[in-house]
């Protein structure tokens, strides 16, 4: 998620199903665990997700994932505390 959020970076989430495109969240995929994506699509039972860094592609992103899958909505990064 390169430049918004860092490796390491401390983050607030919340579970809603609030989501709209454009809106950061994390995303339970099974084996690889949870992941940090932008929604860029989205209807009723799916979400498509992209990563604000376009010159690293990702294996999760431009494909439908269950809208139950995403476990929370980014609200705030707590990284300018560490830093």
Do not use: W
């Not at 592609?57 to 439908?64: E, I, L, M, Q, T």
């Amino acid at each position: 998620m390169q430049p918004s959020l860092a490796s390491g970076d401390l983050i607030l989430t919340r579970r809603t199903t609030g989501i709209a495109v454009g809106d950061i969240v994390v995303v339970d995929v099974g084996d690889a665990g949870k992941i940090i994506k932008r929604v860029s699509e989205l209807d009723a039972e799916t979400v498509v997700l992209a990563g604000d860094n376009s010159r690293l592609a990702s294996s999760f992103c431009d494909y439908p994932h269950k809208r139950s899958t995403i476990v929370g909505k980014f609200l705030l990064n707590f990284s300018f505390l560490s830093r």
